[in-house]
Antibody, heavy 121, light 112 residues
């Protein structure tokens, strides 16, 4: 069974940093692109970032470019999102998600349960 | 950036009736070299993570009931639920992946 479990969320002050982790199991992690998608509670989905299966190719939404860094450790089956210079508007539930095989860079099939990040003073 | 706009924002349909959700992109998501529309649909039930329903505008993901269908091309797309079931109550999102992915604002589907 595919499982994606996010951790590392919480309350942080504006300008602060946080690193999210996503532990993957139930599939060959090193074969799949991975994504982060966020959602303000009660609002819509917003794509944040993606990384290729080998970690060499990354992409970011304009809203987080230069502040967030996606990475992965295939030996540990873990995806990361380093979030720096956090803003109030980054407050959201962050989902880790797996890219589908035939459209890895754009479509996701499995999602984690999400982790709440709150940026507030 | 491609902006995705869904209509309506909310919809109430009787059990067993057809539900139709529309999605419009600010520019075409049809890739001419392979004639594929880079458009997906997701379902998010209350308190749950999203679920992939359809990609390439009309290809159902494995395990998705055949009452769900997608259609459209270019900039205008539709998700149709042919006979609404109680378990279909959810928010539905379209998403383009022609460029960096972007989602529509969501359409809340309820039972009338």
């Amino acid at each position: 069974e595919v499982q994606l479990v996010e951790s590392g969320g919480g309350l942080v002050q504006p300008g602060g940093s946080l690193r999210l982790s996503c532990a993957a199991s139930g599939f060959t992690f090193s074969s799949y692109w991975m994504h982060w998608v966020r959602q303000v509670p009660g609002k819509g989905l917003v794509w944040v970032s993606r990384i290729s299966n080998d970690g060499r190719t990354t992409g970011y939404a304009d809203s987080v470019k230069g502040r967030f860094t996606i990475s992965r450790d295939n030996a540990k089956n873990t995806l990361y999102l380093q979030m720096n210079s956090l803003r109030v508007e980054d407050t959201a539930v962050y989902y880790c998600a797996r890219g589908i095989v035939i459209i890895p860079a754009g479509v996701v099939d499995y999602w984690g349960q999400g982790i709440l990040v709150t940026v507030s003073s | 950036d491609i902006v995705m706009t869904q209509s309506p924002d909310s919809l109430a349909v009787s059990l067993g009736e057809r539900a139709t959700i529309n999605c419009k992109s600010s520019q075409s998501v049809l890739y001419s070299s392979n004639s594929k529309n880079y458009l997906a649909w997701y379902q998010q039930k209350p308190g749950q993570s999203p679920r992939l329903l359809i990609y390439w505008a009309s290809t159902r993901e494995s395990g998705v009931p055949d009452r769900f269908s997608g259609s459209g091309s270019g900039t205008d797309f539709t998700l149709t639920i042919s006979s609404l079931q109680a378990e279909d109550v959810a928010v539905y999102y379209c998403q383009q992946y022609y460029t960096n992915p972007s989602f529509g604002q969501g359409t809340k589907l309820e039972i009338k």
